[in-house]
């Protein structure tokens, strides 16, 4: 039996194992800490959008094999809460079972891909192996039948994501197309349901956005949305085509299938309820964490699917859940002020503080060097350094903080 067992490798994921790892440890205690999941690596998932995604990954046992945290190789496929069992598909194709004492369910969440006429030709960016096709579709494109469209790209839904390889996308497309004389061809048109982009960003970052499209050469395709594609073109419901080899859908997140299995209230998202300490409501021994936990931040606010919140999601879900084991009182959930910081390719990007998305002023490209600093080094937990890493899962330490808080 695992002592405390977490399934999903994400952000949430990492940080409950580290997180319960860390407070058995200053306990004194030789209870047992799983993850299981079937991937070997970490995807660093809010990097996804950028060239190259195969290089964003951390691999899992370098960082949590150090701390003696145990990865199991498999899919869970079902929970019994009442038995305190989890069911789990093998790489073999067998199944088995693992007993728990305390569960994290930190399984992240999903694109919901639309059911239209040539869906299965829409790439998405939800995923490492979806990156890596797109990537892999981008760099055949010299390959492709000359005609129009060729270096177009789509991008449906003009939210965070969508905005972020858009106008990412307008670099990538010009990379592969400048070595045939074709850079002035790459169009980029970004497609929104809404009467404007950006719409939960706010107001104040709005301008800058707009700026940044119409910088990069963005078409916007406002009010409307996607009807169907071929490999050619892209049909909205403003009855318009655009010619396009490209089709990227962004639109619309929610929590993983394994949150229905729960007998417990769930959001629209699919996401479970919880109280201030993460513990699902009415099932003991079950913790929510990332993008399956309905939890309040600050003001209550909903927390929001995304790293920013996964992370002290993952450390508090985990360390209470070893705090259960130990009679020991939870911890409430306290991430760090919220914040925004949306890149905006070769156009630089936007930063927002507060949840009325206050604009973050700074010098000239300060907002760029920020969301560099956050993909590149905030984000990414340590390899091969179990000190460092149960440093880091206290969960005062706030992902911003250079260093750990006093006890």
Known sequence: MIDVLVLGGGFAGLWSAAAATRLLRTQGSA??????????????????????????????????GPAVVRRIAATATAVDTARRRVTALTSDGSHTEVAYRSLVLATGSAVVRPELPGSALLHDIDTLP?????????????????GPGRWTAVVVGAGFTGLEIATELVGRLRAQAAPYGAADEVRVVLVE?????????????RPVITRALDTLGIERRLGTTVTGLDARSVRLTDGSTVPARTAVWTAGMRASALTAQIPAPRDALGRLTVDRG?????????????DTAAALAEEDHPALQSCQHAIPLGKVAGHNAAAGLLGLPPVDFAPDPYRTCLDLGEAGAVATAGWNRTLREGPEG??????RAINETWISPPVDDPQELLRRADHRFGTRQDAAPSA
Request: aromatic content about 4%; overall charge positive.
């Open 31 to 64: 209870h047992s800490v799983a993850l299981l999941t079937p991937h070997p690596d970490l995807a660093l998932r809010p990097r996804l959008y950028q060239a190259d995604p195969a290089r964003m990954r951390v691999p899992l046992d370098r960082v949590l």
């Open 130 to 146: 979806a990156a890596v096709r797109l990537e892999e579709h981008l760099r055949g494109l010299p390959e492709a039948p000359a």
């Open 193 to 205: 349901r809404a009467a404007v982009v950006g719409a939960g960003l706010g107001a104040a970052a």
């Open 278 to 290: 993460l513990r699902v409501h009415g099932i003991e021994g079950l913790y929510a964490a990332g």
């Open 366 to 371: 300060f907002a760029k060097e920020l969301k």
